[in-house]
């Protein structure tokens, strides 16, 4: 990469890269998706619970977005906010066209937390049941409100931030949370989970 779109990323200086990706440097792209597409990937396969699935969305993401980059207007979202607008919006389609997910818990469950060396083998298998919990009880959320987690927990998203990307008011999106959260109560507060909940939705 030369040296102004690596100083570009140094500064993260996303718009730069957008200009130079509007007059076809294909370096600009390469670095726009290089930045996104972990975190973009790790919001799918949260919401899809399946590799493949989460692969194509990011790709279609990615290809809308870059066909469209004209039309991203930096003073109404971030393109971050922008690029996760587009990928729930198809993640939305997948439910659409397919049954429920049948989740790939093994997957999913992929979490090497370092345990301290006074841990007991017990107090590991512990963990691991209880990151199993968690994440089926993710699975019996509704879409919407799997959404909301993992868009606030996963991505640290602001409660604005989230209602542009899933296109309704701010109190809405405030609402799903605390929903999502009451939901999944039963299952984090007996094990202090809430910590491992963004630990999964982080890793996805």
Request: charge should be positive.
């Amino acid at each position: 990469m030369n040296d102004s779109l690596h100083s570009a990323h140094s500064t993260d200086d996303t718009q730069y890269l957008i200009e130079r990706a509007v007059q076809a440097d294909q370096q600009a792209y390469a670095a726009l998706y290089e930045r996104y597409a972990a975190g973009l990937y790790r919001l799918c396969y949260s919401l899809l619970f399946q590799q493949q699935d989460a692969e194509d969305v990011v790709q279609e993401a990615f290809v809308y977005a870059f066909k469209n980059l004209r039309r991203f207007d930096p003073s109404r979202a971030s393109f971050k906010t922008w690029l996760y607008t587009i990928a729930v919006s198809r993640c939305r389609n997948v439910h659409r066209r397919k049954r429920p997910p049948s989740m790939d818990i093994a997957q999913m469950s992929q979490l090497n937390l370092p345990a301290p060396q006074s841990e007991m083998p017990e107090a590991v298998l512990a963990q691991r049941a209880a990151r199993d919990a968690i994440v089926t009880a993710l699975g019996d959320l509704s879409a919407r409100l799997r959404e909301a987690l993992v868009l606030r927990y996963g991505h640290g998203l602001s409660y604005r931030e989230m209602a542009e990307v899933l296109g309704c008011p701010q109190k809405t999106a405030e609402s799903r949370v605390r929903l999502a959260h009451k939901r999944l109560h039963s299952v984090l507060q007996p094990i202090g989970g809430e910590g491992l909940l963004e630990e999964l939705l982080k890793i996805g």
